[in-house]
């Protein structure tokens, strides 16, 4: 292909990008507004960074921020195709399959199309103040440029070549699925912001002398650092820092070309028959076989492969597991953090209890149909809370040791414990009646939990329901108090474990057994609430 045929696909694709977006716009004054937003608070967010890169120039840990940042912006270049593949219609080569098109044109022009947007904007301002804040002199500002093009190019280029190499998985169920756990990385990446800043602010900015002296032969951070080494009058060691992020680029393009004609070239195996996959749909059964018999491991079952097949449940199962890990973890990491705060992931667990029929959708009619009696709904629910045992109870206890093990506070141990299994009981049985009594619809499209018009349903359900246990749970949260303020409950506070699990698993059976009429009495208009949406 003559460079003017590259030149005409170049411009081709990039063109195709902007329709693309015009077009997407048009659809509707909503996204239009949300897109307007959206850029403006980016620009001022990006413009605001890079003065603050600048506000650093002349300090003597400049280069120790900028060189850092510039990994931390290819980390997030990388992972977010896997977490927002429709962020971006480009990201599907395969649209481009049938036209009469080389890879490597295709790429140079895929590359070109990848500069125009919000995200290359926004990488462009932190690298430009990167490298202000540690050029100086007349050699440095040369190398800085390049620095920047090629800071730029790499990380874009390590996007379309994970993207790239999992379109099949990124376009597939599993990808989707992918998708709703971007909001989990969200939370542990904040967290994780958040205790690093806390650190910097008590020891300063000294603390990434060290780590900045190693990433900065790490591309694209080694092309800022190759600023930083001309600035100093290394300029040996420029050139080279420049060389390795040249040639990750040039391994990044190679790597997705390669990608990129395997993808044009071979067909799509989740079309064909995979006697792989029907192996494994035959030894799937194999869970059964560790459930109890009859109606109560059916349900289980089919409880726990809502938990794994269905995205929106995954999620919800996912982000719970995340908080309640991360709230009594992080807070005792940072050494504000209490043993009690391991509660916190009992109390995220139950919430899953909470709109049971609801999580079924249309589906609960198939339900409906088995539940004839109150003992049918009993059964029914007490699998399903089982179902939630098997996952919560190991979950809960682990963390709580955890927590007790970072905070050094082994003699309050078996108390904790008493208290989050008793308000797992108490989140079990509340979570159950209001199933029966507020149940709502969850879309199976789209990010919305609840249908519209439920709004105050769902919102009755789950703040009364919380409520609810918290007042449940007031015995055992009483005799906790009282074992830390008697002068003899050091004696009894041990008996708080026993104590806790067996109150718990009485007030949920209590819960259950209340749940059940309601449940069978008012089938019709259960499934009615539920199917809405």
Known sequence: MTPAATTDVTSVVVRLKLSLLRNGLRQSTERQTVYIVTAVVVLIVSVLQMLGMIALRGNTHAASVAVPLALVLAVGWAVMPLFFPGG?????????????????????ALLVASLVGVGPVFTLCLLVGSVIAVAHGFVAYVVSVVGVVLALLVCVALARAVATANTRLLTSRKGRDLAVLSGLVIAIGAQVVNFGAQKLGSGGLGQLDGPAEVLRWVPPASAIGAVDSASEGSYGVAL????????????????WTRHLTRLMASPDGSTLPSAEGAARERASTGLARLLPPGRTGTVMERSLRYV?????????????????????VFNAVQGTGSIYFSCFA?????????NQFGQDTSAFWMVATTISSTRDAYVE??????ALLVITLPYATLVTVLTTALVDDWPKLPEVLGLSFALLGAMLATGAW??????????SEGYKNVAPG?????????????????????????????ANVSRDGEQWSRLLLPVGAVYGAVVTVAGLRLAAPRTARQL????LAVSKG
Request: glycine share 6%; charged share 15%; hydrophobic share 55%.
């Open 88 to 108: 971006d219609e480009t990201l599907d080569p395969t649209r481009l399959v049938m036209l009469p098109l080389r890879p490597r044109p295709l790429v140079r």
């Open 240 to 255: 080279l820092q420049l060389a390795l992020s040249a040639a990750a680029l040039a391994g990044l393009i190679g790597l």
């Open 308 to 328: 794994w097949r269905d995205p929106k449940t995954k999620a919800a199962w996912v982000t719970s597991l995340a908080i309640g890990l991360i709230v009594p």
């Open 346 to 354: 009992a109390g995220m667990l139950g919430v899953q209890m909470y």
């Open 381 to 386: 629910l007490r699998a399903r809370a089982l």
């Open 434 to 443: 209001t199933s029966a009594r507020f149940p709502y619809s969850i879309p």
């Open 454 to 482: 439920q709004s105050g349903l769902a919102a009755a359900a789950v703040v009364g329901g919380m409520v609810s246990a918290a007042l449940l749970c007031a015995p055992v949260i009483a005799l906790t108090i009282w």
């Open 524 to 527: 019709p208009e259960i499934l």
